[in-house]
């Protein structure tokens, strides 16, 4: 497996429009294979190093966005610059093994680590290529190279990747069989907290050592640090937070933290796996143990020496419990009970205009939600994961009868459901879920002779339209409403412009515009405003970074020019210039910024930043798929259900 793979799997955040990709980086290195594998990150010349280092360690900006955390929290995401994601891959290409040998030698507590590198690609599922041939109408011959090697993560996790996974574990089983407490405890905004020097520390054990050896910046660990901060504006305060390299840099001091926590305890004579055991997942600590005062110890040490690396316990959040453990998860056995009832209703009964399966599901959904109130989130994402894994055989079932008055009538019941389970927790995944299956059912519609465009249509209007506080989420409906026969209306668009104005918002609005604009429907307006945002953006740029003046870009070193590129206004810049949206002004206003820029730069460290710079040339690659087409999508759209992981559903 080629190591630069890195790029497709572990750079990125879950969250983002369907249309977004960083391929076209990934192939563009592919096809300049023999030039990027000569990288390095510093070289053994002493007058030379020094500044190669610097070079290659320029900072960059990531593009920052804003999400449901839950329902009174936002929480803040990055988009890395695709400088950053270049920088990172490069390091992970040379220091992999370091990252494995680290973890392999310290993991005690952790259940989430990296303990191997993936030397294969897996085969996309079978499941997969049976539901885009299915989907698409097409052989797998027609698919062709879209059905690609899969690889989810660029290092084996040990051993659970999601949480949920451990809960259901026959692990869980055997501590709470072994062990009558229960302690759960959480970081307090672990990424946020991390001290990015104290990467150094975790990795070489000790805030001393790492002092001695400060002159020496060419230590894993010291590149640890450097890189932690380099794509992240230099800040040493927090770390990005989205991609899975995050978590990479995270489990170093966690894993460091629970070293340290198990040599204190063992010196206290409470011994691992005998008078207590600990899971942790990522930032969730369990604490298993049957003696209360050792319990309290344990927590009283987490606490304390967890202070070392700059790290709180948000007590907020600290549950106790006896056995029967995780008693908040309960709700998934009476999820489970009326799942089965709901889909019995498929499976035994011939399907007619019954009301009642429907009505009654929601009725007893709401009644568990109002229950477990604190847990609405993971019981919306439950429940939709479980529906579309059966949607098959529900749409099987109603499509049987070959009556469409009952095939319209059950669509538009079971949409109505859908959409009403979204709308207690809308996020980003179950978006990407009602996607599929609205795919799913309109497909099963066309091969009954069926247009539900209408239906479809309103249900998705009507939940953008209420839910406009929640447009970050609802992104990806935009792009499925671009293949529906109806359209937005201007006034909804222009509103949508009036709140939003970010990268991720304009875009997605942008891609649907050009694919719905017609001799009859052009948008006009909402293009306008387009272009004036475009051109406020443009404008801020050049005054910030002083674009205004000056000669072209510096051949030897960065300047102001390359400051602006690794900016987190680079990306609206750069891929709006072939969006197709722009006028004749905004278009001049970037080609003269465009014929400013460095092709490459001839000074020693700034090799890697070339290989970015030959990759913006013409600001011909875009990471917005302005040209996606309903395939596109669809194979996308497809691909998440087997590609993403989010490690907390």
Avoid at 480 to 506: A, M, W
Avoid at 530 to 547: R, V
Wanted: charged share 25%; glycine share 2%; with cysteine.
């Amino acid at each position: 497996m080629d190591k630069h793979v890195f790029l497709l799997t572990d750079t990125l955040p879950n969250e983002l429009p369907l249309i977004f990709s960083n391929r076209r980086l990934y192939a563009f290195i592919t096809s300049n294979l023999s030039l990027w594998k000569g990288l390095e990150i510093s070289k053994d010349s002493k007058d030379s190093k020094e500044k190669e280092y610097d070079r290659f360690f320029q900072y960059s900006i990531p593009l920052q966005f804003f999400i449901a955390k839950n329902e009174n929290e936002i929480r803040k995401m990055s988009l890395l610059h695709p400088y950053a994601q270049l920088q990172i891959t490069k390091f992970i290409e040379i220091y992999d093994e370091h990252i494995v040998d680290y973890f392999q030698q310290n993991v005690i507590y952790s259940v989430r680590t990296p303990i191997s590198i993936n030397d294969i690609f897996n085969n996309a599922p079978d499941k997969y290529k049976q539901e885009l041939k299915w989907m698409l109408n097409s052989s797998e011959e027609d698919l062709g190279s879209e059905i690609e090697e899969f690889v989810k993560n660029y290092f084996v996790l040990n051993r659970f990747s999601k949480i949920t996974d451990f809960y259901k574990s026959y692990k869980m089983k055997d501590l709470e069989m072994k062990y009558t407490y229960l302690i759960k405890l959480d970081y307090q905004e672990c990424f946020n907290s991390i001290y990015t020097h104290s990467l150094d520390w975790a990795y070489l054990g000790d805030r001393d050592i790492a002092k001695n050896y400060i002159s020496s910046k060419y230590r894993f660990s010291a590149l640890l640090d450097k890189v932690a901060q380099t794509i992240n504006y230099n800040e040493t305060n927090g770390i990005v937070i989205g991609p899975e390299f995050s978590r990479t840099l995270a489990e170093f001091i966690l894993v460091r933290i629970d070293n340290l926590v198990y040599q204190e305890l063992d010196k206290q004579d409470i011994i691992f796996r005998k008078d207590y055991e600990i899971v942790r997942f990522i930032d969730d600590i369990f604490i298993f143990f049957n003696d209360n005062n050792v319990g309290c110890t344990i927590e009283k040490t987490i606490s304390k020496l967890c202070l070392d690396y700059k790290m709180t316990i948000n007590n907020k959040k600290r549950m106790y419990e006896v056995k029967p453990f995780l008693r908040n998860q309960l709700w998934i056995s009476k999820v489970k009970n009326e799942l089965n009832i709901f889909f019995d209703y498929f499976r035994k009964d011939e399907v007619s205009k019954k009301r009642y399966p429907y009505d009654k599901f929601f009725e007893n959904v709401r009644l568990v939600v109002v229950e477990y109130e604190t847990h609405k989130r993971y019981i919306i994402s439950y429940i939709l994961s479980a529906i579309e894994r059966k949607l098959t055989l529900v749409i099987e079932e109603i499509t049987k009868t070959k009556e469409i008055d009952i095939i319209e009538y059950n669509f538009s019941k079971l949409l109505d459901l859908l959409i009403y389970i979204l709308n207690h927790y809308i996020g980003t995944e179950n978006v990407i879920r009602i996607s599929r299956i609205i795919l799913m059912l309109q497909r099963a519609a066309d091969m009954n002779n069926l247009s539900i465009d209408d239906l479809l249509f309103k249900k998705i209007y009507n939940t953008l339209k209420y839910n406009l506080d929640k447009f970050t989420e609802l992104h990806n409906f935009i792009i499925v409403l671009t293949f529906n026969l109806n359209h937005l209306p201007e006034q909804f668009i222009v509103q949508c412009l009036g709140k939003y104005r970010d990268y991720f918002s304009l875009s997605v609005i942008t891609y649907y515009i050009i694919k719905k604009s017609s001799d009859t429907i052009n948008y006009n307006c909402a293009r306008k405003i387009i272009n004036n945002i475009i051109a406020d953006t443009i404008y801020e740029m050049k005054n910030k970074y002083n674009l205004n003046s000056g000669k072209a870009s510096n051949q030897s070193s960065f300047d102001k020019f390359d400051k602006a590129l690794l900016s987190d206004f680079f990306y609206i810049i750069h891929d709006f210039y072939s969006s197709g949206i722009l006028n004749n002004q905004n278009l001049d206003a970037i080609n003269k910024i465009k014929r400013k820029l460095s092709k490459s730069k001839d000074s020693r460290g700034m090799e890697l930043y070339n290989i970015f710079l030959g990759y913006i040339d013409n600001f011909d690659k875009p990471f917005m798929n302005w040209d996606a087409s309903y395939e596109d999508i669809t194979k996308e759209v497809f691909a998440k259900k087997y590609k993403v992981i989010n490690v907390y559903e």
